[in-house]
């Protein structure tokens, strides 16, 4: 199994451009989640998603958009990138929603907007 | 929603010593409580539980307690090592809730 992954590795945007930032897990997890990490910030939800075709809003969605069309792949859309939005993204997946539901996380996405 | 404040931010020991890291919570109905290890450059790792039904939970060097009354929950690593150094998060799970809220990290230091 190849757990979480995520692509890009690292990703260099400009103000108003817009990306996808693409997550996939290979253990037929329920539940998928998009973290923001910033320093001295801890981990921030994003969005998340308890199966196919549902998702939902984190503490800071804003910006952001998801979809999830299949269980496996969970993209993480920036619609309009800004300098705020220059962070360290972790996907993370877990077997089921109610615990103990130890996430696992992808390796993440360093992006830096310009 | 819940809140987690997590202290101290930083931490230091001397190799062999323990290291305690504290967390509360505010959303009494809260009912997990895991712990992750994140080294530099690395992804975050789960090293220890705990549900609201257990109040203490040990895993070789590592131990969790939690004390629902006064809605807190501490870390204990004993015999530290050069390896357990890193950034620890705390975070905690609302009862009804699908998410998980963490803190803002502790840095741990172990000098050799």
């Known amino acids: 199994n190849a757990g979480v992954t995520q692509t890009p590795k690292f990703q260099v945007l400009k103000t108003g451009q817009s990306m996808t930032l693409q997550c996939a897990q290979d253990?037929?997890?329920?539940?998928m989640s998009w973290y923001r990490q910033d320093p001295g910030m801890g981990l921030r939800l994003i969005h998340y998603s308890v199966g196919a075709g549902i998702t939902d809003q984190g503490e800071v969605p804003n910006g952001y958009n998801v979809s999830r069309s299949t269980t496996e792949d969970f993209p993480l859309r920036l619609l309009s990138a800004a300098p705020s939005q220059t962070s360290v993204y972790f996907c993370?997946?877990?077997?089921?929603?109610?615990?103990?539901?130890?996430?696992?996380f992808g390796p993440g996405t360093r992006l830096t907007v310009l | 929603g819940e809140n987690v404040e997590q202290h101290p931010s930083t931490l230091s020991v001397q190799e062999g010593d323990s290291a305690v890291i504290k967390c509360t919570y505010s959303d009494s109905a809260s009912n997990y409580f895991p712990w992750y290890k994140q080294e530099l450059g690395k992804r975050p790792q789960l090293i220890i539980d705990?549900?609201?039904?257990?109040g203490e939970k040990k895993d070789q060097r590592i131990a969790v307690t939690l004390n629902k009354t006064a809605k807190h929950f501490s870390l204990h690593i004993t015999e530290t090592q050069p390896e357990d150094s890193a950034v620890y998060f705390c975070?905690?799970?609302?009862?009804?809730?699908?998410?998980?809220?963490f803190g803002k990290g502790t840095k741990l230091s172990v000098i050799p």
């Open positions: 705990i549900r609201s039904n257990v």
């Open positions: 993370a997946s877990s077997y089921s929603s109610a615990p103990p539901n130890e996430q696992f």
């Open positions: 253990m037929n997890h329920e539940y």
């Open positions: 975070a905690a799970r609302g009862a009804g809730s699908y998410q998980l809220t």
